[in-house]
């Protein structure tokens, strides 16, 4: 197991695509932090099934971000996973909803790696991987502030990449299309009004319609990527965006 003795920290890694690259770390020996809500015991159970430490702090604040990476303390591996999503035309989306989206999935991950890093250089070596989104390539209607955060999630990690590459560390974002999580499930009930459709015409004719494989991604591809890069082959992959959308941003 090639993890052992590096320490990654995921986070929104209670559920979904983060859980999958929290097992899939693990699974090559890496001591594993667990971040993100949920019901206690489905949180307890998890730790025991991952011999993991949790640390719960809200991410959408400087001051949790800090509490998130004091809990965990030094970690060579850093997950920028956590995210949510609200559909809803510019002109009526809520300014609270904007800034918790740009909190949570974009300048959380500003405040974790800035606080990450020093550790990293220290040691010489380092993984920052980012969960962006084929939205950190392409535009859809109607989540302007998810799109925003993902677009901007790419250059940061183009940038990050480019400081830290004489360290010994990458920074590489993973973009899936849509993955069948909670977070892509939740959405549905808002485009079926946005848009006035059936449910099973926002899977077929909005989430799918792009994705050529017409297929959704599973979590544990998205994790298995994300171990790929911690692997000492991956030395010189940085600054990526790597897409797990089924075709959908080919050009």
Known sequence: MFLNGKRALVTGSTS???LAIARALRAEGAEVMLSGFGDEQAIADLRAELD???VEADLTTEDGCAALMAGAGPVD????????????????????????????N??????????????????????????????????SP????????????DGFTKTVALEVAPHGITANCISPGYVWTSLV???????MEARGM???????????VKQATKKFVQPDEVGA???????????????????????WTTE
């Open 77 to 104: 591996i850093l997950v920028n996973n956590a995210g949510i999503q609200h559909v809803s035309p510019v002109e009526e989306f809520p300014v609270d909803k904007w800034n918790l989206i740009i909190a949570l």
């Open 198 to 208: 059936t449910r099973e015409q926002v899977i077929n004719d909005v989430l799918l």
């Open 142 to 153: 109607f989540k302007s502030a998810y799109n925003a955060a993902k677009h901007g999630l």
């Open 106 to 139: 974009l300048t959380a991950a500003f405040h974790t790696t800035r606080l990450a890093v020093p550790h990293m250089k220290a040691k010489g070596w380092g993984r920052i991987i980012n969960t962006a989104s084929a939205h950190s390539k392409v535009a």
């Open 185 to 191: 499930e939740n959405q549905i009930p808002d485009t």
């Open 52 to 54: 993991a430490t949790h």
């Open 225 to 247: 990527i994300a171990t790929f890069l911690c692997r000492d082959e991956a030395q010189n992959v940085t600054g990526a965006n790597w897409s797990v959308d089924g075709g």
């Open 16 to 18: 979904g695509i983060g």
